[in-house]
């Protein structure tokens, strides 16, 4: 058992983890994607799932605009380095990092999806550094070219 998760914020001691909303039309896919992963990456599923489960599920229309979602750019500070970065949150078959294009299926598109503008959390990173990162900016339906 991990005794650090991707997305959990500190605060005065206690755990907390940001709030989450996650549109309606995505979630089954998303579901599938993470039960999929279950034996190639078993602690990334779980977290997804973990993050589903506590995420408030809206339709469509109702989807805030300042809310990440599969086809969202989304700007985001690390605050150790001051480092700002902007990518696309997709699906995997339309991943291409060399296009800023991040799959929902990696710890940092799990971190990212369904967060709001405004939102810190802490992301470890591949060789186990805590990060935390801030989205800045949200924009939607920024890149649809998939």
Do not use: C
């Not at 993470?34 to 779980?46: F, I, K, S, T, Y």
């Not at 809206?58 to 750019?73: D, F």
């Not at 991943?95 to 991040?102: L, P």
């Amino acid at each position: 058992m991990m005794t650090h998760m991707n997305g959990i914020a500190k605060t005065k001691g206690r755990t907390r983890h940001p709030k989450i909303v996650v549109n309606a039309d995505d979630l089954a896919r998303i579901e599938a994607l993470a039960e999929g992963a279950m034996q190639r990456n078993p602690v990334l599923a779980d977290r997804l799932l973990e993050e589903l489960g506590r995420a408030r599920v809206v339709p469509a229309a109702k989807m805030p605009a300042s809310v990440v979602e599969i086809g969202s750019r989304v700007t985001y500070r690390d605050e150790a380095t001051g480092q700002v970065k902007s990518v696309t949150l997709v699906f995997p078959e339309a991943a291409d990092i060399s296009r800023q294009r991040v799959s929902v299926m990696t710890p940092i598109g799990v971190a990212l999806l369904g967060l709001a503008e405004g939102a810190a959390f802490h992301w470890d990173t591949r060789d186990n550094q805590r990060r935390t990162l801030t989205v800045i900016r949200v924009e939607q339906n920024a890149d649809r070219d998939d």
